[in-house]
C-alpha cells in the first residue's frame, strides 16, 4: 500500500507541470499558431520564478513565496512568448522556425544571465524547498484518499487541477472560447464577423506562454532543489500530450496522467522493490517515457483533428 501511495504522489508530481504546459499549448494551437517553443517558454519561466525565489527565501518563505513565484512565472512566460506572437502573426514568419529559435535561445539566456547576476559565476541556481505541504487540514484525515492527494502535497497540484476546469470551461462555456476557437478553424468567417483574429491569437498565445511558464516553475519546485537552465525535455513531452488529448482540456488531462506515470516510472524505479527486482538496466526505464511518446503519435496522428488553420498565417484579404 505504501507503494501505491508513493507511486500516486509521484505521478501527480510530474502530471501537473505537463498538464498544464498543454493546456497552454492548446490556447495558442486553437488559436491557430503552432507553439512549439514551450520547451523554451518553460525554461524562461522557471529560470525567472526561481530566481525571484532564491533572491527572496531569506525574508519569506512558504505558500506566500511560492504564489508570487507563481506570478513571476506566468508573467515572464506570457512576456517571452510576445516574441513569438509577433514573429507569427505580424510578420508571417514560419512559425515552427520562430518556437524553435525561442526553444535555443532560451537556455542561453537563462547562463549567460544566472552566471552574471550570481557572485559565484554558476550557472545553477540553487533555492530551499519550503513549499510542500505535509497535510492539508481535515482532508488530510480522509481514509486512503487523504494518504493519496491530501498529505506531501504541492499547493501547485491543485492549481493545475483548477485550471484545468477553468480551461474546459472557458473554451467551451464563454465567448471568448468560441472566438478563438473560430480563430484556428477558420479565421476569415471569424473576421467576417467582427472578431479580430490578430488579438485573438496574441491572447492565445500570451495564456500559453503564461501557462507554459507556470509548468516550468512547477516542475522545478516539486522535482528538484535547483534550477539549471533545463526542463528534461518537459516541453516536447507537452506538446505530444497536446496531440494525443486531441486538443481537448479532458482528453489532454488524461494524456498527462499516463505520460505522467511512464515519467514515474523512469525517474523512481530505483524507490519500487518489484522493478528493481526484475533486474533491468536502468537506462531501459529512462527509455520508457520517450518511447511511449514515440508509439503512442505513430497511432494517434492518424486520427490528429487539429485546428484546420494552424500554422497557417492570416491574410485578411484571403477568402
Known amino acids: 500500500m505504501n507503494t501505491l501511495f508513493f507511486l500516486i504522489q509521484q505521478t501527480m508530481f510530474f502530471t501537473i507541470p505537463l498538464l498544464v504546459v498543454a493546456l497552454g499549448g492548446m490556447f495558442s494551437e486553437r488559436s491557430g499558431v503552432i507553439n512549439i517553443a514551450l520547451e523554451g517558454i518553460m525554461i524562461m519561466g522557471g529560470f525567472c520564478s526561481i530566481l525571484f525565489i532564491n533572491v527572496m527565501q531569506d525574508t519569506m518563505a512558504g505558500q506566500p513565496l511560492l504564489l508570487l513565484a507563481i506570478l513571476i512565472a506566468m508573467l515572464s512566460g506570457a512576456l517571452f512568448s510576445l516574441l513569438h506572437a509577433y514573429a507569427s502573426i505580424n510578420m508571417k514568419a514560419d512559425q515552427t522556425i520562430s518556437g524553435t529559435a525561442l526553444n535555443l535561445m532560451a537556455p542561453a539566456v537563462s547562463i549567460f544571465a544566472a552566471r552574471m547576476i550570481q557572485p559565484s559565476g554558476v550557472q545553477q541556481i540553487q533555492f530551499t524547498n519550503t513549499f510542500r505541504i505535509t497535510k492539508v487540514p481535515v482532508l488530510g484525515d480522509i481514509p486512503i484518499l487523504g494518504d493519496m492527494f491530501f498529505q506531501n502535497v504541492y499547493l501547485t497540484t491543485y492549481i493545475g487541477v483548477a485550471i484545468l476546469i477553468i480551461s474546459a470551461i472557458l473554451l467551451y462555456k464563454t465567448r471568448f472560447g468560441l472566438r478563438l476557437r473560430a480563430c484556428g478553424e477558420h479565421p476569415q468567417a471569424a473576421d467576417s464577423v467582427g472578431v479580430n483574429v490578430y488579438k485573438m491569437r496574441?491572447?492565445?498565445?500570451?495564456?500559453?506562454?503564461?501557462?507554459?511558464?507556470?509548468?516550468?516553475?512547477?516542475?522545478?519546485?516539486?522535482?528538484?532543489?535547483?534550477?539549471?537552465?533545463?526542463?528534461?525535455?518537459?516541453?516536447?513531452?507537452?506538446?505530444?500530450?497536446?496531440?494525443?488529448?486531441?486538443?481537448?482540456p479532458w482528453r489532454i488531462a488524461l494524456a498527462a496522467l499516463f505520460f505522467g506515470f511512464m515519467k514515474t516510472i523512469s525517474a523512481t524505479y530505483s524507490s519500487i522493490p518489484w522493478l528493481v527486482n526484475l533486474q533491468v538496466s536502468g537506462y531501459v526505464y529512462k527509455m520508457i517515457p520517450y518511447i511511449a511518446t514515440l508509439v503512442v503519435l505513430v497511432f494517434s496522428s492518424k486520427n490528429s483533428q487539429a485546428p484546420k488553420a494552424e500554422g497557417i498565417p492570416y491574410d485578411q484579404g484571403a477568402r
Do not use: E, K, R
Not at 204 to 216: F, K, P, Y
Not at 226 to 239: D, E
Open 202 to 248: 496574441y491572447a492565445g498565445v500570451m495564456i500559453s506562454g503564461a501557462l507554459g511558464g507556470l509548468g516550468g516553475l512547477i516542475f522545478v519546485v516539486t522535482t528538484s532543489t535547483n534550477f539549471n537552465a533545463t526542463v528534461a525535455g518537459y516541453g516536447f513531452l507537452a506538446l505530444a500530450v497536446l496531440i494525443f488529448g486531441q486538443w481537448n
